[in-house]
């Protein structure tokens, strides 16, 4: 194992190694229940052990050569290749996630059922702004009963509204197939999309505590078959699915997908696969989610150094506020967890864009205002550059010495460095007040307007768009009107 780029440490070497060995001891000592007929044949065959009491278990020494064996330094494509997303570098990833089922509407506060035109919406809107880098579904299309409807539905909405990377679930593995048969389309036939994959299979496999997901892991066999990259999503909450303790939430969550881990690579050694361990924190007061707080840093920055001991390829959630509406608690709940998860050196920060009342809720201002943050955050994470150059001796002694004992001179290229966002107030009071002094959210909600009004993206041609159609029929019910056709 080799510590791995991260730029904050929540964890000593000595708290990295003890929270291995306990993964290692609950994987070999207490295993999983609930383990199907396949995914037991073949994580058997790779060394698993299933005991008298159903439970499968798996020996340190299999775990760690699943671990040596597992894929890195691949990448997450887009359907442009601007979008391709490289993992195991330097760089950090923003973008969407989640499965809320409410719309928020910033300019009543009022939440409703999310609509498939919401997630479509919310697709094209990800498309045009810099900083959400990829495109997980966030909403669930209540107005879609059918679960094969919504997952079709759902890939259709995403794969026609962004070109950046998609990640999406399904309900049950039969509904791999069809999909498959989408993406194969708009990639130009299974060849091309098995060697640029632009979808990937969110997977929640486990159910905490250490139970194997029946459904899920049919999914996961369909879709490592399919070629789709998976996330291996184990979400236990502490204090009610995972330990109170964050060491010991953070031991359960790591041995939960190492776990995945294990099955992805007895399935096909190196598969891409993305260590995702994913902890949620709770208020001890009400027992609730608590994905705003400073326990929820903690605990992506310390599962982000537990990937980088096992150099595998991560993601986790921040940016995930309990405030149900875009104001001063989102920005500093969204503000810090996602500037902490950047510098923990997480590859994929998901629910970083969008996401409001512990998940419950998405609202599309608050996707434009987070991209805003989310260059914040990057700006942060490029630190400072220090050279002979930019140390600026002699531009010092000139202002000083012989000059005007001021820089509002200097060099132009230096201040264009500097990171400009697009919606932040950064005007004098007086201007503001003859401006009207509109609020960010209202700025927001103006440039939503705008886009949602004339950006609709034309990368997949109407012909193909048609066969689509005529292939699904009427499981297809975004209908063109709806996408400025």
Same mark, same amino acid.
């Given at each position: ?222 879709? %490592?078959?399919? $070629?789709?990259?998976? *996330?291996? +999503?184990?979400?236990?909450? /502490? &204090?009610?699915? @995972? ?95 996602? %500037?902490?998860? $950047?510098?923990?050196? *997480?590859? +994929?920060?998901?629910?970083? /864009? &969008?996401?409001? @009342? ?128």
């Amino acid at each position: 194992m080799r510590p791995r780029r991260s730029q904050l440490t929540v964890l000593s070497p000595s708290d990295i190694e003890r929270i291995n060995d306990a993964a290692l001891h609950l994987l070999e000592q207490v295993g999983f229940s609930d383990v199907t007929p396949s995914g037991a044949e073949a994580m058997t065959r790779a060394g698993a052990l299933v005991g008298a009491d159903g439970r499968i278990r798996f020996p340190r020494r299999m775990v760690l050569a699943s671990i040596d064996k597992a894929a890195r330094g691949f990448t997450l494509f887009g359907q442009d290749s601007s979008h391709d997303l490289p993992l195991g570098t330097a760089r950090v990833h923003y973008g969407t996630a989640g499965a809320a089922v409410q719309f928020v509407e910033a300019e009543t506060g009022l939440y409703r059922e999310a609509r498939l035109q919401d997630l479509y919406d919310a697709a094209r809107l990800a498309e045009s702004l810099p900083h959400i880098h990829f495109f997980q579904r966030p909403m669930v299309a209540r107005d879609i009963a059918d679960p094969l409807a919504m997952d079709i539905n759902t890939l259709y909405a995403c794969l026609s509204g962004t070109t950046k990377h998609v990640g999406t679930s399904f309900a049950v593995r039969e509904h791999v197939a069809p999909a498959l048969d989408m993406v194969h389309m708009v990639a130009g036939g299974e060849a091309k999309f098995r060697a640029r994959p632009f979808v990937s299979n969110s997977n929640a496999f486990v159910i905490s505590p250490m139970q194997f997901a029946e459904q899920a892991c049919g999914v996961l066999e369909a879709c %490592v078959a399919g $070629g789709l990259p998976i *996330l291996l +999503l184990a979400t236990g909450q /502490a &204090g009610s699915t @995972a330990p109170q303790s964050l060491a010991g939430a953070v031991a359960q969550t790591v041995a939960e997908v190492l776990a995945g881990l294990v099955y992805v690579n007895a399935l096909k050694p190196g598969h891409p696969a993305i260590f995702g361990a994913w902890p949620f924190a709770s208020d001890p007061r009400s027992g609730k989610m608590a994905s705003g707080s400073a326990e929820q840093s903690l605990l992506a920055a310390a599962c982000a150094e537990m990937a980088g001991f096992y150099d595998l390829p991560c993601g986790s959630g921040a940016g995930m506020t309990e405030a149900r509406l875009p104001d001063i608690q989102s920005g500093y709940e969204k503000g810090m967890t996602e %500037v902490m998860a $950047g510098f923990a050196g *997480l590859d +994929l920060v998901y629910e970083a /864009a &969008g996401m409001h @009342a512990s998940l419950i809720g998405f609202c599309h201002e608050s996707l434009i205002l987070d991209n805003d943050l989310i260059g914040q955050c990057l700006r942060c994470l490029e630190g400072i550059e220090v050279t002979g150059e930019t140390l600026s001796l002699d531009e010092i002694a000139a202002v000083c010495v012989d000059g005007p004992r001021h820089y509002l001179a200097s060099d132009p290229v230096a201040r264009d460095q500097r990171y400009r966002p697009a919606l932040a107030d950064r005007s004098g009071s007086q201007q503001r007040e003859s401006s009207g002094w509109p609020s960010i959210v209202e700025r927001a909600t103006v440039e939503k307007n705008r886009l949602l009004t004339t950006f609709f993206p034309r990368h997949i041609p109407k012909t193909m768009d048609e066969r689509i159609r005529a292939r699904f029929g009427d499981l297809i019910q975004l209908p063109r009107a709806a996408m400025g056709l």
